[in-house]
């Protein structure tokens, strides 16, 4: 039974074109995170949500934007893609009381191509 | 700014033989966590270990702990040809502010060969 999904498993956007890629979760797990993942590299974190609280990395640019409607669902907003933000966007989620997170639990990916 | 570091980057042996990787990391940590991710595909989670835990198994997994010495590492016995996999180590850091998201190793590629 899938618990992180995301949709669209591939993503192919215009340069410059606005996309959004969606995650939601069936593990009612109130902090849900993104993470960029470049080819051959470590996913890094973009940002996450603590409950409804936003919590932006210093270095993720203007560009992305997040929604969080309710607790099931997180999106991640490219307001105007360039060739360098093609990547594996990796949605994960976590139960966590004040500072002690649990176990990351992560979807399987969206591949975003930027033509 | 990377947190862990694995080594080695690529590791290649022989179905059977037992494959260890090493992480080290450079801040005090909440729990230090092992993924492996195939290729192309999302992040499998193998083990969680907290700091005050010092050596976890699951199956054929065994993971240790130093926090004296800021690094973990990673023993897979008996490997098999699906052990084949990119592994990354990844820090929940400990900030005093909320829970905080993970900040992963450059992973280290495994290679089982038959």
């Known amino acids: 039974d899938a618990m992180v999904i995301q949709n669209p498993r591939y993503q192919v956007t215009q340069f410059g074109k606005p996309v959004t890629l969606s995650c939601s979760q069936t593990l009612n797990h109130n902090v849900m995170y993104w993470y960029q993942q470049k080819s051959s590299q470590a996913p890094k974190l973009l940002f996450h949500?603590?409950?409804?609280?936003?919590?932006n990395e210093a270095d993720t640019p203007d560009n992305f934007q997040s929604r969080r409607p309710n607790t099931s669902f997180c999106f991640l907003d490219i307001r105007s893609p360039g060739l360098g933000d093609a990547a594996m966007y990796l949605c994960?989620?976590?139960?966590?009381?004040?500072?002690?997170?649990?176990?990351?639990?992560f979807g399987p990916g969206t591949r975003l191509l930027v033509l | 700014s990377q947190q862990g570091e694995e080594d080695p980057q690529a590791l290649s042996i022989q179905e059977g033989e037992n494959a260890t990787m090493n992480c080290s990391y450079k801040?005090?940590?909440?729990?230090l966590q092992w993924y492996r991710q195939n290729s192309g595909r999302g992040l499998v989670h193998l083990i969680l270990i907290r700091s005050n835990e010092r050596e976890k198994h699951s199956g054929r997994l065994r993971v240790t702990l130093d926090t004296s010495k800021k690094s973990s590492s990673l023993l897979i016995t008996a490997s098999r040809a699906a052990d084949t996999a990119s592994y990354f180590c990844?820090?929940?850091?400990?900030?005093?502010?909320?829970?905080?998201?993970?900040?992963f190793g450059k992973g280290t590629h495994l290679i089982i060969q038959p």
């Open positions: 994960a989620t976590s139960r966590a009381v004040g500072t002690v997170q649990e176990t990351q639990y």
């Open positions: 990844a820090t929940d850091m400990y900030s005093g502010g909320g829970a905080d998201g993970l900040t």
């Open positions: 949500y603590y409950d409804k609280d936003f919590n």
């Open positions: 801040t005090s940590i909440n729990n």
